[in-house]
């Protein structure tokens, strides 16, 4: 059996913060203004991802990300004309809403700090919860996420998430770490990598297709992603080849290694 290799396209949660709406006072004027959030998308993003959420001061959900939704997803399927984002709406309890501005250059950004008029690539008028992708007017290395809480009414805290979607990017001179996946299940598979088992990018590999990397890790660990749980991580040999497959003894997915020809 012939498995090609197909290009991989990479899924990657870059910010989860907070915006906290305190009493308008002197100390939190001087100490607790909120700035516009800076976010540093990955080298080779295509496409940005976002999702606001308004919650009370004191009920906000920090559990549930934006990207664990995101990473069962087929990132082709993501980028359907159309696609409808709604389901992945979080649910609100904030009990105001706000204006959200988007901007693709620090100077609109920090004009927009200082109280003046400034051009957003993107700008949401009012929403307690919204979610979807950013036009391409926004693109860039940099993006800037700018609130504003609408009217007098409770004070809130606003979550906001940003996904990206890039290319996998190889590094020609430090790609000490090559190895390849190939998947050789009926289905697609949603898997994750990480260097650190702490920052993981999500991957979704077709059926009967493999991956290849080059990447300039010391080490690399590998999981299976699903909507509710990873799988226990392995951790992935430089220079070495696996395979997806199913492992009837534990009924589950599982990685193996495919012996070197001789």
């Known amino acids: 059996m012939t498995i090609n290799a197909t290009a991989q396209k990479m899924l990657q949660e870059v910010i989860v913060d907070y915006v906290v709406f305190r009493p308008n006072n002197m100390v939190n004027k001087v100490l607790a203004k909120n700035k516009p959030i800076k976010v540093?998308?990955?080298?080779?993003t295509k496409?940005?991802?976002?999702?606001?959420?308004?919650?009370?001061?004191?009920?906000?959900?920090?559990?549930?990300?934006f990207y664990k939704s995101l990473r069962v997803t087929n990132p082709d399927t993501l980028?359907?004309?159309?696609f409808d984002f709604r389901p992945y709406l979080a649910q609100p309890n904030g009990e105001v809403g706000v204006e959200v501005h988007f901007f693709a250059d620090k100077s609109a950004a920090n004009r927009f700090d200082s109280g003046k008029e400034a051009e957003a690539c993107q700008k949401i008028d009012s929403t307690k919860s919204a979610v979807g992708v950013l036009s391409a007017s926004c693109?860039?290395?940099?993006?800037?996420?700018?609130?504003?809480?609408?009217?007098?009414?409770?004070?809130?805290?606003v979550k906001v998430e940003i996904v990206a979607l890039a290319d996998v990017a190889e590094d020609p001179?430090?790609?000490?770490?090559?190895?390849?996946?190939?998947?050789?299940?009926?289905g697609e598979v949603s898997y994750e990598i990480s260097g650190d088992r702490t920052n993981w990018q999500a991957f979704f590999?077709?059926?009967?297709?493999?991956?290849?990397?080059?990447l300039a890790d010391n080490q690399v660990y590998m999981r299976v992603s699903t909507l509710?749980?990873?799988?226990?991580?392995y951790k992935i040999d430089s220079g070495k080849n696996y395979r997806l497959y199913w492992n009837k003894d534990t009924n589950?997915?599982?990685l193996g290694e495919i012996p070197a020809k001789k």
């Open 252 to 254: 589950k997915i599982d």
């Open 139 to 157: 693109s860039g290395e940099e993006l800037y996420v700018g609130i504003k809480k609408k009217g007098k009414g409770p004070l809130v805290t």
């Open 228 to 233: 509710d749980k990873a799988s226990e991580e």
């Open 40 to 44: 540093s998308l990955p080298k080779g």
């Open 173 to 186: 001179i430090n790609d000490r770490y090559p190895f390849s996946i190939q998947n050789e299940l009926n």
């Open 79 to 82: 980028l359907k004309e159309g």
């Open 47 to 65: 496409t940005t991802f976002y999702r606001v959420t308004v919650y009370q001061n004191d009920k906000v959900n920090t559990s549930d990300t």
């Open 205 to 214: 590999l077709p059926s009967k297709k493999k991956a290849e990397f080059k």
